[in-house]
C-alpha cells in the first residue's frame, strides 16, 4: 500500500517560503492601476473629480506595487510558516512575527500561490507568491502540501 509519509515532501508537518521581491506583481499591479487610472477620463465628469479620481488610483497602485510587489515596508511579508492545521506564522519586514489561520482554501497553481488568512487580531491578510517571488522547490512543495496535508477549512470556524 502506497505510504505518503515515506516521500520527503509528505513527510514534515509545515511548509516555509521566504519571500522576495515579485517583478511580476508589481508589472501587474502596475497594469491594473494604470488601466483603472484612464476610467475617469472616460466619464462624463467635471474635469476636477476626474484628476482627483485619477490621483486617488495612482497613490493607491504605488503603494501596492511597493508593499506587495516589492516588498518593500514595515508590514510587508518577508517569510511564512504555514502548517498543517491551517496555522501561519508570519515574518514581517520590520522583523515582527505574527500568528494567524489560513480562512479559506488557498489557491495553488503552478507559478503561482495565493494565501488568504486573518491574524490574531482578526486582521485580514494575504499573500500572492509567484515563481519569481519564491525558490522554484519551496513553491512546489507549498503547492503540494497545500493540496494533500493541510486540513480543509471548517465553514463554521470563527476564524
Known amino acids: 500500500p502506497f505510504d505518503a509519509r515515506s516521500i520527503p515532501m509528505f ?6 517560503l521566504r519571500l522576495r521581491p515579485a517583478s511580476r506583481v508589481a508589472i501587474a499591479l502596475v497594469l491594473l492601476h494604470a488601466t483603472a487610472a484612464a476610467v475617469p477620463w472616460a466619464l462624463p465628469a ?10 486617488g488610483v495612482v497613490t493607491l497602485g504605488a503603494a501596492a ?3 506587495d510587489g516589492l516588498r ?9 510558516r504555514i502548517d498543517a492545521d491551517r ?3 508570519i515574518i514581517a519586514g520590520d522583523g515582527s512575527v505574527r500568528n494567524a489561520r489560513l480562512v479559506s482554501s488557498a489557491t ?9 488568512g486573518r491574524d490574531e487580531q482578526r486582521r485580514p ?11 522554484p522547490g519551496s513553491l512546489r512543495r507549498a503547492r503540494v502540501f497545500l493540496r494533500w496535508k493541510v486540513a480543509p477549512s471548517d465553514p463554521g470556524s470563527p476564524v
Open 11 to 16: 513527510s514534515g508537518d509545515h511548509v516555509e
Open 72 to 80: 518593500r515596508g514595515r508590514g510587508a511579508l518577508r517569510s511564512l
Open 125 to 135: 491578510w494575504r499573500c500572492v507568491a509567484t515563481a519569481d517571488s519564491v525558490d
Open 108 to 116: 495553488a497553481l503552478p507559478g503561482l500561490l495565493i494565501l488568504w
Open 46 to 55: 467635471p474635469w476636477i473629480l476626474q484628476v482627483t479620481a485619477c490621483a
Open 87 to 89: 496555522r501561519v506564522r
Open 65 to 67: 506595487v511597493w508593499h
